[in-house]
Nanobody, 122 residues
Framework: VQLQASGGGLVQAGDSLRLSCAAT????????VAWFRQAPGKEREFVAA??????RYAAPVKGRFTISRDRAKNTVYLQMNSLKPEDTAVYYC??????????????????WGQGTLVTVSS
């Protein structure tokens, strides 16, 4: 599986962005798909995950971000609303045969996109 992430950019606080993660080779169907992010000087952290119609969100983004999948387009999206400066990071999508109980642990994901930079100015 090869993943292509896109949609990052520079926005102001309160704005919205939608990130896309397209599987250009293989499929994300029947796999867990997640978004992680890494801010400058910090470790990569879990943001959101989708598997089998179920979703999970990290506490800092819950209620503001929405993860979804378009099966026909073989693409997973991360809709980000009410963006804050602390959301500034490189966002990575990942896919793998990850069981639900381990969905937040990046070591269990086999396939990663290249990352897309989101910068939120205050």
């Amino acid at each position: 599986v090869q993943l292509q992430a896109s949609g990052g950019g520079l926005v102001q606080a309160g704005d919205s962005l939608r990130l896309s993660c397209a599987a250009t080779v293989g499929t994300v169907s029947n796999r867990a798909v997640a978004w992680f992010r890494q801010a400058p000087g910090k470790e990569r952290e879990f943001v959101a995950a989708f598997r089998g119609g179920n979703t999970r969100y990290a506490a800092p983004v819950k209620g503001r971000f929405t993860i979804s999948r378009d099966r026909a387009k073989n693409t997973v999206y991360l809709q980000m609303n009410s963006l804050k400066p602390e959301d500034t990071a490189v966002y990575y999508c990942a896919a793998g045969n990850v069981i639900w109980g381990l969905i937040e642990i990046m070591d269990h994901y086999n396939y990663w996109g290249q990352g897309t930079l989101v910068t939120v100015s205050s």
